[in-house]
């Protein structure tokens, strides 16, 4: 029985934008395993209530369930030790743990506020509702206000890469000559981008873009097959 | 013979501040490898000559020569595979590359303006010549005008060190449960400040704090030894 992935979906089941279930669905895709993703709305408690928790991604794994993107990263390296590693040891799974960290508090507070309002339109009106306000409460503005000048956010994203980009000047991936588990998460945001948010964040001549289009073509352009803005 | 380390020192030859020397200096401790520290000035350009280049640290072992921290770092690997690992596996080593580029295009920015005119006054006079007019050309302005709001550029620093504290949140060090390379490599900058610096860049509530004092006491309190500001 293939694995099965619930991933956050917009009003077409076929958007999916949560950065952490594009982490888990990259992880799933690089240990070459089989698996279907399921569309899930944040109305959709009761879909998920067998997880004990109420978030996406959840994996489903003959009996076993994992609720987290890093827990199930690391159910996947346990579990098929034998398929190509996401973490290529100890060492790279506390590697991809600092890459999550600054990912999280770089990366995301300079991405949320510029997607947010566009997340909501493409979600369902009960989902839009919940998401505006439990949103709202975080930002404490109305969603269309959280990022009223986009041009300098977008600049600013850009320049928070540079790490990165630093990083792809010495080696193709941040795994070094494949992508990693790292690879993925970071790459979860730009999928985030990509399927809520009309604009490329990305110029064409950044080293960044040519990394993300490899990645979007990776595992027969599953990434790129997905539902964009 | 033990192994010889070109070390970065001010006019007291006990003021060893280079971030980068402390990279090697921490990794040749973490090998458990017998070596000696030799202070080096900028002036002292023959010293090193033999390295082919004229930058520290350079590593002398046996009939090997090595410059450039990270090629050191490369090299104790490969050579003492049987001492315990810097990079804790090959996704280590390219995770250790990115927490690198982080702090050079984080970090750096951040604490060079601060502790540049600190570390003017603790060289000898010939070398503080060369290092005036050499950083000079590269900041555009009088080495007591990098940074004339400390306060602010302190506190810009602590801001910045958001990734590592939300990553030890979760684990000790950035190797995991103990130091790896990635480690050593943003300890290099503390201790940059620590010897140049007169202020402590950190608090003591800070986890970064915590974490630093570790590092401080390790392999017998090798760097809490070397002279501060």
């Known amino acids: 029985m293939a694995i099965k992935v619930y991933e956050l979906a917009g009003a077409d089941g076929a958007q999916r934008f ?14 070459g395993l089989q698996f279907e993703g399921i569309p899930w709305r944040f109305s959709e408690q009761d879909a998920i209530a067998f997880s004990g ?3 996406v991604p959840v994996v489903v794994d003959g009996d076993k369930t994992i609720a987290d993107s890093w827990a199930i990263a690391e159910y996947l390296e346990a579990t098929y030790s034998d398929k190509p590693s996401l973490f290529n040891g100890p060492g790279g799974k506390a590697g991809a743990q600092f890459v999550t960290a600054w990912a999280e508090t770089t ?8 997607v947010v309002a566009d997340v909501h339109s493409v979600l369902r ?13 975080v930002l404490g503005v109305p969603l269309e206000e959280a990022c009223t000048d986009k041009g300098p956010q977008m600049a600013k994203f ?4 540079e790490p990165l980009r630093a990083m792809l000047a010495k080696q193709p991936f941040l795994g070094g000559d494949a992508p990693s588990y790292s690879d993925y998460v970071l790459f979860g945001y730009f999928m ?16 960044v873009y040519a990394w993300r289009e490899k990645l979007l073509d990776a595992f027969g352009g599953l990434a790129r097959k997905s539902k964009s803005a």
């Open 18 to 31: 949560s950065p952490y279930c594009w982490m888990s669905v990259m992880a799933l895709a690089h240990k």
């Open 53 to 55: 928790q109420g978030k």
């Open 107 to 114: 990366l995301m507070p300079i991405i949320f506020p510029l």
């Open 125 to 137: 009106p009960e989902d839009a509702a919940y998401f505006r306000e439990t949103r709202e409460k």
């Open 158 to 161: 850009r320049a928070a890469l």
């Open 192 to 207: 985030f981008a990509r399927n809520t948010y009309p604009q490329d964040l990305l110029e064409a001549s950044d080293a």
